[in-house]
């Protein structure tokens, strides 16, 4: 896993996200399941591509059960204060 900050060291805000979200394909996160997955939409659960995260501490930690080889940002409250990261 390897994270990418916008902001150099000494700068980076490690708290107060809005959460975060990928653009690469069909990913969408299955609210019911609490999974990632690859564009099959299923009648009677909530789908989106964005996910509730707070910190770059939780961020990690989802980051592993995210699929691999895609592109999330971690999306900050603030411009240009965002986090990059994509589990190898």
């Given at each position: ?18 959460g975060f979200t ?13 999974r990632?997955e690859?564009?099959?939409?299923q ?10 995260c707070?910190s ?9 059960k ?19 990261g994509?589990?190898?």
């Amino acid at each position: 896993m390897k994270l990418k900050f916008d902001l150099p060291k000494g700068q980076r805000i490690n708290h107060s996200f809005l959460g975060f979200t990928t653009f690469e394909g069909d990913w969408i996160f299955n609210e019911k399941l609490k999974r990632w997955e690859n564009g099959e939409l299923q009648k009677g659960c909530i789908y989106s591509s964005h996910q509730d995260c707070n910190s770059v501490r939780a961020f990690r930690r989802k980051l592993k059960k995210a699929p691999k080889g895609i592109n999330f940002t971690l999306v900050g409250r603030w411009w240009n204060c965002d986090v990059n990261g994509i589990n190898k």
